[in-house]
C-alpha cells in the first residue's frame, strides 16, 4: 500500500509541475474619460441591437448574427470613420454579443458595449 501512495504522490507533484495555467483576458468595460471639448464632425454610430429574443439589427435592420460584419462593412464602406455601438437587452444571449464584438475586434472595426439594464430597474 505505502508504494502505491509514493507512485500517487509522485504523480501528483509531476502534474503540479508540469501544469501551464493560462491567463484569460476579459473584456474591458471601462467607459472611456470624458472630455470637455466635442468633436466638430463626429462618425455616425453603427448600432447592432440584440434583444432578448437573440434576434440582432444592425441600425434597424434584422441580421443574421454571422452576417453582422458584412452588414457593418457596408456602412463602414460609405463612412469609414465610423464605430459599432452594442446594444444588448438584459436577457440577451451573451454569446451573440461576443461573437459581433469578437467579429469587430478581429477586423480593426473600433467597437463597444452599452450596458443593459435590468428590467426591474
Not at 13 to 28: H, S, Y
Not at 42 to 53: E, F, T
Not at 83 to 103: K, M, R
Amino acid at each position: 500500500m505505502t508504494p502505491m501512495l509514493d507512485i500517487v504522490f509522485i504523480l501528483l507533484i509531476f502534474f503540479i509541475v508540469t501544469a501551464t495555467f493560462l491567463q484569460e483576458e476579459g473584456l474591458n468595460m471601462q467607459p472611456p474619460p470624458s472630455s470637455e471639448d466635442t468633436p466638430q464632425n463626429p462618425a455616425p454610430v453603427i448600432l447592432v441591437d440584440v434583444n432578448d429574443q437573440n434576434r440582432v439589427f444592425v441600425n434597424q435592420t434584422q441580421t443574421d448574427p454571422e452576417r453582422v460584419l458584412a452588414a457593418v462593412s457596408r456602412f463602414r464602406a460609405e463612412n469609414p470613420r465610423s464605430a459599432v455601438l452594442i446594444a444588448p437587452q438584459y436577457e440577451a444571449d451573451h454569446g451573440i454579443v461576443v461573437l459581433i464584438w469578437d467579429d469587430m475586434r478581429a477586423n480593426g472595426i473600433p467597437v463597444s458595449i452599452q450596458g443593459a439594464q435590468r428590467p426591474d430597474q
